[in-house]
């Protein structure tokens, strides 16, 4: 029997994926603040009502993909051993669903985020998935670009005011 990890391998040597664990709360609870805080910095939060609402949002946001998402597995990402990001992804038979990308600022931009998804392509086409698919804000403009530059295209009937549903065809 094959691990996720062993499924999903970059082509970057330097970059793999491993189980998130409970000790990996912390990181993730910091990358988390990295990705939203300087979106709610920009209301002018005192920094204490700032951490309790970062605090706050990130329990919601567990707590909603463990709902929404309850057989999706949390990934670290590594780049040469350290702790980058994180993968939370949903794989059925037919459809691969990434619930969350998410990378520390320094490890965005850099071609981390790109391989990670490529490696998930390959690894979803190879176990016989069909579709790649994903929701992103109607806000973050840069990941949109960045989504559609891997080949994603918007599913028209499923897009919300909030997000938009993505998805990449895995056919040859």
């Not at 970057?12 to 990295?34: G, Q, V």
């Not at 350290?82 to 969350?100: C, F, K, M, N, S």
């Not at 005011?161 to 990449?168: D, F, G, K, L, Q």
Request: aromatic residues 4%.
């Amino acid at each position: 029997m094959t691990t996720i990890e062993s499924e999903i391998v970059s082509r970057d040597a330097r970059l793999r994926l491993r189980l998130a664990e409970a000790a990996d709360e912390p990181f993730l609870h910091n990358l988390f603040k990295s990705v939203k805080g300087a979106q709610l910095a920009a209301a002018g939060l005192p920094p204490a009502m700032l951490d309790l609402v970062l605090a706050q949002q990130y329990r919601a946001q567990v707590e909603g993909h463990a709902a929404q998402c309850p057989a999706a597995q949390s990934l670290i990402i590594l780049r040469d051993g350290a702790t980058v990001g994180r993968l939370l992804l949903d794989r059925a038979a037919q459809r691969w669903h990434v619930v969350d990308l998410a990378l520390l600022p320094g490890a965005r931009n850099a071609g981390v985020g790109r391989e990670i998804m490529q490696a998930v392509a390959t690894a979803a086409r190879e176990q016989g998935a069909e579709v790649l698919s994903l929701a992103v804000a109607t806000t973050n403009e840069d990941a949109i670009r960045f989504y559609v530059r891997l080949g994603f295209r918007d599913v028209a009937d499923e897009a919300t005011a909030s997000h938009r549903t993505m998805e990449r065809s895995l056919a040859c």
